[in-house]
Structures are given as structure tokens and as C-alpha cells.
Nanobody, 124 residues
Framework: QVQLVESGGGLVQAGGSLRLSCAAS????????MGWFRQAPGKEREFVAT????????YYADSVKGRFTISRDNAKNTVYLQMNSLKPEDTAVYYC?????????????????WGQGTQVTVSS
């Protein structure tokens, strides 16, 4: 059984930083790409960032490019999302997910396992 557990969310002021973590188990972590998505109240889930299985390639949504950094530690079966210069519009539940493939993926349907989500709230 694949499990993804996110942590690191919370309340932060605009301009601040947070680091999300996602610990994976039940699958050979280093075989698959990973991604972060988010969902704000009343909105659809949207892509945030993705990283290839070995970390060589990353890709970001335009809305977070230059502010967020995705990384992974395959020895720890963990993927991270460093979020800097946070804005109120970054407020959402953030989900990590494991892709069906080794290469980066930006579409939610290409991910087959999801975490329960962690709340990020950015105050103005």
C-alpha cells in the first residue's frame, strides 16, 4: 500500500517562507516522478511543481516560478517544496503525489497516489 504523508504547512505572513515535506512508503520511491499540487477554496486543484525520479529535471507553474523549489532525497523517500516570498494567493491545501512515470508530469491524471494534504495559509 502506497502512503504519502505531507507535513510543514501552517500560517505565515506574506513574504515569508515554508518548507513542505512529503514522506513516501510502499513503493520504490526513486522509480517515479513526484509532484505538488494545490487546491484553494472554491477552485480546482492545480499543478504547482514536479521533479523527475532522479531529480535531474524540474518544472514549475508560472505562478510559483522563481519563488518555489521542489527537491527530493531518494535515500529518505521524501520530496520537498521550499516556498519563499509567499503571497496570500498561495493559500491552499497542498498535496504531494507520485506519478505513473519516471519523467516530469504536469497533469493530475498522470499521478496515481496522493497524500492527504497540508494547509498553507498566507496572511496579508
Amino acid at each position: 500500500q502506497v502512503q504519502l504523508v505531507e507535513s510543514g504547512g501552517g500560517l505565515v505572513q506574506a513574504g515569508g517562507s515554508l518548507r513542505l515535506s512529503c514522506a513516501a512508503s510502499g513503493r520504490t520511491f526513486s522509480t517515479y516522478a513526484m509532484g505538488w499540487f494545490r487546491q484553494a477554496p472554491g477552485k480546482e486543484r492545480e499543478f504547482v511543481a514536479t521533479i523527475s525520479r532522479n531529480g535531474a529535471r524540474t518544472y514549475y507553474a508560472d505562478s510559483v516560478k522563481g519563488r518555489f523549489t521542489i527537491s527530493r532525497d531518494n535515500a529518505k523517500n521524501t520530496v520537498y517544496l521550499q516556498m519563499n516570498s509567499l503571497k496570500p494567493e498561495d493559500t491552499a491545501v497542498y498535496y504531494c503525489a507520485t506519478a505513473r512515470y519516471a519523467t516530469i508530469q504536469v497533469v493530475a491524471s498522470e499521478y496515481d497516489y496522493w497524500g492527504q494534504g497540508t494547509q498553507v495559509t498566507v496572511s496579508s
